[in-house]
């Protein structure tokens, strides 16, 4: 089975593309603010590196690990989801010029248990010809008694 695909939904682009960048940020967030927190206190830590030169003095890590992921949740969400509008606005212009993607799919057989580990069997190349009816039977003639 060939498919194309013609245009990408923009409003259905923007819900999944805002969710996954506001999740991914939430958590990619919350990584760097530990990450530079850890960082900042070993510098601010070091005996011949004054406390103020990095800021290690200003910013604590609690400050850190809440506001990094609300920033780089928010703001990667809305950057990335306005990045992704542009190409799908691209992509859908280029399309009506030279076409869609084509994708290919083949059916795959599922084993009883609902895993499925064996490959694809190949499908046959022939074709049974289905056996014809059975031939209607004689009309009764004229002549003969019904009965």
Request: overall charge negative; glycine content about 14%.
């Amino acid at each position: 089975m060939r498919l194309e695909l013609k245009t990408i939904g923009v409003w259905s682009f923007i819900k999944v593309s805002f969710f996954f960048s506001l999740v991914f940020g939430f958590i990619f967030g919350f990584l760097y603010a530990i990450f530079a927190g850890l960082i900042l206190t070993v510098l601010g830590g070091l005996p011949y590196l004054p406390a103020d030169e990095f800021g290690a003095g200003d910013i604590s890590i609690g400050f850190l690990i809440i506001v990094m992921p609300i920033v780089m949740g928010i703001g990667g969400a809305v950057i990335n989801t306005i990045m992704g509008l542009i190409a799908i606005g691209i992509y859908n212009l280029i399309v009506r010029l030279v076409g869609g993607l084509e994708f290919g799919f083949e059916p795959v057989a599922s084993s009883p248990s609902g895993t499925n580990f064996q490959p694809a069997q190949p499908t046959p190349t022939y074709t049974e010809r289905p056996t014809p009816p059975p031939p209607p039977p004689p009309d009764p003639t004229p002549g003969e008694p019904q009965g």
